[in-house]
């Protein structure tokens, strides 16, 4: 078993494709819960439910919301593609902290730490407050619905929870994340084919429009409102990394995580354009567009689709969703601080490793502490702060996507050109995504700058979002200069470049246990930079 003092010491060597022990416990979960948990992070049945009407509102975009939410894969798929190579190097549960460290020096990767603290923590108080509105939804406590004080206690209990879920090993939580998962996948595919049959059969309602090959087309609107947009879609995919942050715990850990992100990112854009398409086809956009029902789409258009008692089954996997969700933001941020706490970036204390359960003891319940801190008084103040700072968390995320992005093609410099394929998918494609991240960050703050474009009050000229995003950014380079003194080792660290020849080390699927003997092969694949079209990966043993 793993001691303290194993999980705290200071990483300093370079990296080799090899778990750099911090006290985790290896081998807990295999290929097919790290797409679980990346996918379930996003919470597809909340983001889309919370998110499509408003971008459908939008008079440039229209129809075309299935076309925005492909092209903000676009960028999703791309940086995934650092994530896969640069988990390959550094299996690290800090992930773009240790990789934008390794490439860009001290100072970038503990502002992209920051970035992933201060954008859960953003996001944590809507988690749990959507979960604690639609338990009361689902057992039709509608006085529970209009009162704050019982949507906080319910936020409060829920975050409280999931919190002590995380605490009691990863085990627990992938078998619950398949669980809410496949519930929730199910239940939307089920709504979307069973609108899209009635717009069909003419069994939709009135104002129902027929699916066309132009709302997939991201050419067909404005380019101006396509930017604005993708604001939105942004936030619908944001999380997916999440299964790589459990990399350390996994089985195969610098391959299978890192692929499940580019199959998760995969995964969720067909989930989107499906059910965009159903629901927009089923009452028309002016419908889901309007006030009362664009902050709840999945909600307004599920008594049509599915009938009284369908419905029923609707709400229950936004609520699934959401709780999902908040389970896995807090894994990836206590194995973000554990990691800084390990690299000697943050207080040792804060790297401590709970001994019988081997999950992140400090990180993890100081992580719900404070989301439930954060939480409190967003929900006390009014719905419309807690909605601004769901919006703001793109800055940060736009930022640590973006630079992520960017270090595959710094820390790989030196092998990027030894192939065409490493030039593309290690080099190219992850600068290329991140560089549209940086982008649509900077548009966001340029945008939400603007009085007209946000809710709330101006404090200092600033509007909300700017505080929530652009300020709390501020704040952690401020900390971050503070804390220099104290942590002279790390911040004296060096960019590096990657370990020569450690792209081309053995591919590895995952274990025959999880996927079948029959899936189990050494060697290269699709999304591997030194495969062939000559190579031919060997039959797996005993075949």
Request: hydrophobic content about 50%; aromatic content about 12%; glycine content about 10%.
């Amino acid at each position: 078993m793993a001691t303290e003092a194993s999980a705290v010491g200071v990483a300093g060597a370079p990296a080799t494709g090899q778990v750099e022990d911090k006290g985790l416990k290896k081998n807990a979960i295999g290929y097919v819960s790290n797409i679980v948990i990346s996918t379930a992070s996003v919470a597809p049945a909340y983001s889309i439910a919370a998110t499509l009407g408003f971008i459908v509102a939008d008079p440039g975009i229209g129809t075309h919301a299935p076309a925005v939410l492909l092209a903000a894969f676009v960028p999703m798929l791309l940086v995934s593609l650092a994530y896969r190579y640069l988990n390959k190097a550094d299996p690290d549960a800090g992930t773009s902290f240790a990789w934008t460290t390794r490439a860009f020096g001290p100072a970038t990767g503990w502002l992209n730490g920051w970035a992933v603290f201060l954008a859960d923590v953003l996001v944590m108080a809507s988690l749990g407050y959507v979960a604690a509105i639609y338990t009361f939804k689902l057992f039709e406590w509608h006085w529970a619905e209009v009162h704050k004080g019982a949507g906080l206690v319910g936020c409060v209990l829920w975050i409280w929870l999931m919190t002590w879920i995380c605490h009691r090993g990863i085990e627990l939580s992938a078998r619950i994340q398949q669980l809410l998962l496949t519930y929730e996948v199910l239940v939307l595919v089920i709504f979307s084919v069973v609108a899209i049959v009635d717009v069909y059969s003419g069994n939709a309602a009135a104002h129902a429009i027929e699916p066309q090959a132009s709302w997939f087309n991201p050419f067909a609107m404005p380019f101006h409102d396509l930017v604005v947009a993708l604001l939105l879609g942004i936030f619908i995919y944001w999380g997916w990394d999440s299964g790589v942050a459990v990399n350390e715990e996994s089985e195969d850990s610098n391959e299978g995580p890192g692929r499940a992100a580019v199959v998760s990112t995969v995964l969720l854009v067909l989930i989107y354009l499906l059910v965009s398409a159903g629901s927009q086809a089923y009452h028309g956009t002016a419908f889901i567009a309007n006030e009362e029902n664009a902050g709840d789409v999945l909600n307004a258009l599920g008594h049509g689709v599915l009938g009284s008692v369908g419905v029923r089954f609707l709400i229950v996997a936004v609520l699934t969703s959401a709780a999902a969700s908040t389970q896995t933001t807090i894994l990836p941020t206590a194995r973000t601080t554990l990691s800084m706490a390990h690299w000697g970036a943050l207080p040792k204390a804060i790297g401590r490793i709970h001994p019988r359960f081997l999950t992140p003891t400090v990180s993890t319940w100081g992580f719900g502490a404070i989301s439930i801190a954060v939480a409190v008084p967003l929900i006390l103040i009014s719905e419309t702060v807690l909605e601004l700072a769901v919006v703001a968390l793109g800055i940060p995320v736009c930022f640590y996507y973006g630079m992520t992005g960017l270090a595959s093609a710094v820390y790989y410099r030196r092998e990027i050109f030894d192939s065409a394929r490493k030039f593309f998918l290690v080099g190219l494609l992850p600068f290329v995504g991140g560089l549209i991240m940086l982008g649509i960050g900077g548009y966001a703050i340029y945008y939400y700058g603007k009085a007209a474009n946000s809710e709330g009050k101006i404090y200092a000229g600033l509007t909300l979002p700017l505080w929530f995003g652009l300020i709390g950014m501020v704040l952690g380079a401020v900390i971050m200069l503070f804390m220099r003194p104290s942590f002279k080792r790390y911040f004296g660290r060096k960019p590096e470049t990657a370990t020569p020849g450690v792209l081309d080390a053995p591919v590895e699927r995952a274990p025959a246990h999880l996927m079948g003997r029959e899936h189990v092969t050494h060697g290269a694949h699709l999304l591997t930079p030194e495969a062939t079209e000559e190579e031919t990966p060997p039959a797996p043993p005993g075949g």
